[in-house]
């Protein structure tokens, strides 16, 4: 691989959150690989508000390594944010993420930096085939990655595996917000980004601490991932989701009651019913089914054409990604 002098090669992004005991072996780990591979390198400690001596950890490693920085926010933000700050601090042509738990091998690296040099790949992540986790987190973890699948139509088996590579033009063109941090490759997918490949990945059972997150993750990812599908796919033209659905229930409240008002007419002038037995239209509980389609449709229309002043209205700067430019 025939790269620059000057050009650092790799940034290694790490959000923690109470990791004090693990930081010092992951950071020599890290070291140790990067010098034996002569690859040029950076370590992006972000602590996420710990609790315990995590920042005086990261302190006494930047004394030690002139390779690492440090960023400790104030409190505890969640990994999206760590990520997100993590990336605006990065200098290396490929950024490399990985968590500080011992639970991702930096020996992984140099292989997933080749992947993006060489292959050209604008996002590698990593597939922990033989996982070290109870089955009450890997069988949710499975459902989960095949409905992100479904959803996203990007063939990758692990979207939460923490070790993920990317060109430096993806980390610093996208943001990674809320707990988006699983859906980075959907991310960098609607941005344009589409060569994401996959690589299977070494996962070690965790050395220290325990884990940081619970079942709920897996109901908050859903969440997330309905949301993020809604954003991306209506953000910038809202009246395509709610003008479409507004228009549907419009139209069958609307049909419904000129259905009934024909009726009623056929039975009177045709049938010669007495207009007792025709009924009238405000004694069906149709009617008032037909009426709140309208209602419900019109509030729909007029959500989508507020949501496309708002986004009309919003700055369209720094949204398109630019390729190349001939002048």
Same mark, same amino acid.
């Given at each position: 691989m025939q790269v620059s002098e000057k050009m650092l090669q790799i940034s290694v992004v790490v959000p923690l959150f109470d990791e @004090?005991?693990?930081?010092?072996?992951?950071? @020599?780990? /890290?070291?140790?690989?990067?010098?034996?591979h002569h690859l040029s390198y950076e370590v992006i400690l972000v602590d996420d508000g710990s609790k315990d001596s995590s920042w005086q950890v990261i302190n006494a490693l930047k004394a030690e390594y002139p390779t690492v920085k440090g960023l400790r926010f104030k409190?505890?933000?969640?990994?999206?944010?760590?990520?997100?700050? *993590?990336?605006k601090l990065a200098e290396g042509e490929v950024v490399i993420t990985m968590d500080a738990d011992l639970q991702d091998s930096p020996d992984e690296i140099p292989e997933l930096y080749r992947m993006i040099v060489e292959d050209k790949f604008d996002l590698v992540s990593?597939?922990?085939?033989?996982?070290?986790?109870? /089955?009450?987190?890997?069988?949710?973890s499975k459902f989960f990655n095949w409905v992100t699948r479904k959803i996203s139509g990007i063939e990758l088996h692990d979207f939460n595996c923490g070790l993920k590579a990317y060109r430096k033009n993806v980390i610093k063109s996208i943001e990674v917000y809320g707990e988006m941090h699983r859906f980075i490759p959907f991310i960098a997918k609607e941005a344009g980004f589409l060569k994401i490949g996959e690589? &299977? &990945?070494?996962?070690?059972?965790r050395k220290y601490g325990h884990s940081k997150f619970g079942l709920n993750r897996f109901i908050n990812g859903f969440l997330d991932l309905l949301s993020l599908s809604f954003i991306l796919?209506?953000?910038?033209?809202?009246?395509?989701?709610?003008?479409?659905? *507004?228009? &549907?229930?419009?139209?069958? *409240?609307?049909?419904?009651? /000129?259905?009934?008002?024909?009726?009623?007419?056929?039975?009177? &002038? /045709?049938?010669n019913y007495p207009s007792v037995e025709a009924h009238n239209?405000?004694?069906?509980?149709?009617?008032?089914?037909?009426?709140?389609?309208?209602?419900? *449709?019109?509030?729909?229309?007029l959500a989508g054409f507020l949501g496309e002043l708002?986004?009309?209205? @919003?700055s369209d700067r720094n949204l398109y990604l630019v390729e190349d430019v001939v002048d």
């Amino acid at each position: 691989m025939q790269v620059s002098e000057k050009m650092l090669q790799i940034s290694v992004v790490v959000p923690l959150f109470d990791e @004090a005991e693990s930081l010092p072996e992951l950071v @020599a780990w /890290i070291d140790r690989v990067m010098n034996a591979h002569h690859l040029s390198y950076e370590v992006i400690l972000v602590d996420d508000g710990s609790k315990d001596s995590s920042w005086q950890v990261i302190n006494a490693l930047k004394a030690e390594y002139p390779t690492v920085k440090g960023l400790r926010f104030k409190r505890n933000y969640g990994k999206s944010p760590a990520l997100n700050e *993590g990336f605006k601090l990065a200098e290396g042509e490929v950024v490399i993420t990985m968590d500080a738990d011992l639970q991702d091998s930096p020996d992984e690296i140099p292989e997933l930096y080749r992947m993006i040099v060489e292959d050209k790949f604008d996002l590698v992540s990593g597939f922990k085939k033989k996982r070290f986790d109870p /089955i009450s987190k890997t069988i949710p973890s499975k459902f989960f990655n095949w409905v992100t699948r479904k959803i996203s139509g990007i063939e990758l088996h692990d979207f939460n595996c923490g070790l993920k590579a990317y060109r430096k033009n993806v980390i610093k063109s996208i943001e990674v917000y809320g707990e988006m941090h699983r859906f980075i490759p959907f991310i960098a997918k609607e941005a344009g980004f589409l060569k994401i490949g996959e690589k &299977v &990945v070494q996962h070690q059972a965790r050395k220290y601490g325990h884990s940081k997150f619970g079942l709920n993750r897996f109901i908050n990812g859903f969440l997330d991932l309905l949301s993020l599908s809604f954003i991306l796919r209506f953000g910038r033209k809202p009246m395509h989701f709610f003008g479409l659905w *507004g228009t &549907v229930a419009f139209m069958l *409240g609307f049909l419904q009651i /000129i259905y009934m008002l024909l009726e009623k007419v056929y039975k009177i &002038v /045709i049938l010669n019913y007495p207009s007792v037995e025709a009924h009238n239209l405000t004694d069906r509980p149709l009617f008032y089914l037909s009426l709140t389609a309208l209602i419900i *449709g019109m509030q729909l229309f007029l959500a989508g054409f507020l949501g496309e002043l708002i986004s009309r209205s @919003a700055s369209d700067r720094n949204l398109y990604l630019v390729e190349d430019v001939v002048d």
